[in-house]
């Protein structure tokens, strides 16, 4: 089956840049949308955005300023970027795939923490 | 943003009782509303998507109801490889948003 694999730094200074990746194994990246969606610690899941694989996006408006998704149809890659970031973006970051009204397809999720 | 009420915030009960999450959506949602079971360290599972369809492989003891700004999520049964927290999510309106999400614990 579908399976998703995030990577990227788990630690990133404030002010700077948070930069993940997300593989997507098993399957083709075509024809879907693919979210990115956050936790931070002892809190609920917010949804930061979605790529589709022409490179249309859709961000959640809180974030928008500050965020980028982009997709690598020819990696089975998908990726997020995060600028300025601080201590509230300190949180487990997940992707995902949108088979439909959902999300089907999970990764494991990566933990960033902002410090210096 | 569309809020998602989601209740209770935890919940303790015996093996084999039958358990009731409920959400609320702020505005109406149709059926655009689905459940995730989240165990810490793994990855989110869709259970039940649509309000009330279960996804293949999932077992028959999680079921949901509801339609507009009312939904239901149970357990008929709880087993002890249901400890989670449970998420309702939205996906009527953009931003995609969740319930506050509902710690299932055995008694």
């Known amino acids: 089956q579908v399976q998703l694999q995030e990577s990227g730094p788990g630690l990133v200074k404030p002010s700077e840049t948070l930069s993940l990746t997300c593989t997507v194994s098993?399957?083709?990246?075509?024809?879907?949308?693919w979210s990115w969606i956050r936790q931070p610690a002892g809190k609920g899941l917010e949804w930061i955005g979605r790529?589709?694989?022409?490179?249309?996006?859709n961000y959640n408006p809180s974030l928008t300023s500050r965020v980028t998704m982009s997709v690598n149809t020819s990696k089975n890659q998908f990726s997020l970027k995060l600028s300025s970031v601080t201590a509230a973006d300190t949180a487990v970051y997940y992707c995902?795939?949108?088979?439909?009204?959902?999300?089907?397809?999970w990764g494991q999720g990566s933990l960033v923490t902002v410090s210096s | 943003d569309i809020q998602m009420t989601q209740s209770p915030s935890s919940l303790s009960a015996s093996i084999g009782d039958r358990v009731t999450i409920t959400c609320q959506a702020s505005?109406?949602?149709?059926?655009?509303l689905n459940w995730y079971q989240h165990t810490p360290g793994k990855a989110p599972k869709l259970l039940i998507y649509d309000a009330s369809n279960l996804k293949v492989g999932v077992p028959s003891r999680f079921t949901g109801s509801g339609s507009g700004t009312d939904f239901t999520f149970t357990i008929t049964s709880l087993q002890p490889e249901d400890i989670a927290t449970y998420y309702c999510q939205q996906y009527d309106n953009l931003p995609l948003t969740f319930g506050g999400g509902t710690k299932v614990e055995i008694k």
């Open positions: 790529v589709y694989i022409t490179g249309s996006t």
């Open positions: 505005q109406d949602i149709s059926n655009y």
């Open positions: 995902a795939r949108e088979g439909g009204t959902y999300q089907d397809y």
């Open positions: 098993n399957g083709s990246i075509s024809n879907y949308y």
